[in-house]
């Protein structure tokens, strides 16, 4: 049998829990989307709201920071390959999000959403990896210079870099549960367009606030699939490091 | 040896039986959610109820005067607002909220034989704003029967029916549209 080092029995022993317990939270999380009916936007009552449709900008966009592309929210990460002694692994270095309010329309209304705070869950748009002999776009170059970050070492060759970006750009299909509560930037009344006046935001009480480019089935599955591998995988994990460990100290 | 496979067992037990309280936990906590979401969305359809019966009166008082062969569609609009303000349950609310929507509708259908009452903004304006409640009452009447729908079947599938009875829980029932309140009117001119 090949030894593994106690650190990693350990950590597999801990993590192992962790992971049991967390495929419990996934689960409540399931539960609570499958219980919640999906309204319709002319119609959505204050408190928690399950909604579906398309984004329409409210007041302009934002561009996305490495393809330069038009959107309400964008998050992105920068990762480099580092080697230390035999290891080499890739550490993120830089990690950022910005996002602006907009509105999500489906066949009745549309209302306003202010993403911050959300836990944002879209597909990757963009990705680049940048080395030896391979630049990254002008795009790029310039938000590592505004950032003090540079892609070259300091001999002057290519880092092994990874560069990735994920948006929400207008017409995008999401899936919003989130609390609609008051528009705190207007005053009641003052409201142009009864569309400002109720704003799906994080709720007072942190409430769950979460927004998926999948639609309803596809964060079920995927949900599904976290919690019963984080319980029984996290289980199994446990036992099996338990074993192990068990064995190591002579007691099986 | 002994005591690690004692170990073994004690950890599995632990896990499961964690597993075990969790997953209750969660089942009692969902039902007790799913039935609180009933009434809430029952609470957003009385709103709207009550904001339409209010302007009634206003709807009633603009056509009086110009809909004078119709005084018995207005005789049952203001009895179904009668018997609305009167209902105490949700199903007598329900019933009168049918009989509302269907003297509504045939009210709004006879106007068009009325070309002056056509031309009067103050009732286009309450049209619009009734009709504008309408909407959004059949939405929240589709999301309640949605809420009671998830609900029933949680009740009724295992293993959550276990702890429904453990807490008494029984079915829920839907928002009906009365047969009457489907049917299309007709207008003759």
Known sequence: ???IHPVYLIAGFGGGIFLFIKGFFWLKKKRLIENIPTSKIRSIAMGLVEVYGEVVPWKGVLKSPFSNKECVYYKFSIQEHRRTGKHSSWVTVKTGEAGMRF??????DKVLVDPTEADVNVSQDYAFSSGFGKDPPLAIKQFLKVNNMN????????????YHEYFI?????LYILGTADDNPFVKDGNSIKNAEDIMIQKGKNKEIYMISDKDEKGILRSLTWKAFGGIFGGAVLTIGSLIIILIDLKLL | ????????????LGLFGIGIVSY???IFNG???LKNDIKKSWANIDVLLTQRADELPKLIASVKGYMKHESKTLTELTKARTAFLNAKTMPEKAAADNMISGTLKTLFAVSENYPNLKANENFMQLQTRISGIENELADRREFYN???NNYNIRIQSFPDLVVARMLAYTEEQMFKATEEGKKDVKVEF
């Open chain 1, 1 to 3: 049998m090949i030894p």
């Open chain 1, 103 to 108: 509105y999500l329309k489906d066949n009745t």
């Open chain 1, 151 to 162: 892609f070259e070492s300091f001999l002057g060759l290519n880092k092994q870099m990874k």
């Open chain 1, 169 to 173: 750009a207008p017409k995008d299909k």
């Open chain 2, 1 to 12: 040896m002994a005591i690690g496979i004692w170990i073994i067992v004690l950890v599995v």
């Open chain 2, 24 to 26: 209750v936990i969660s």
């Open chain 2, 31 to 33: 039902l007790i959610r």
């Open chain 2, 146 to 148: 949605d809420s009671v």
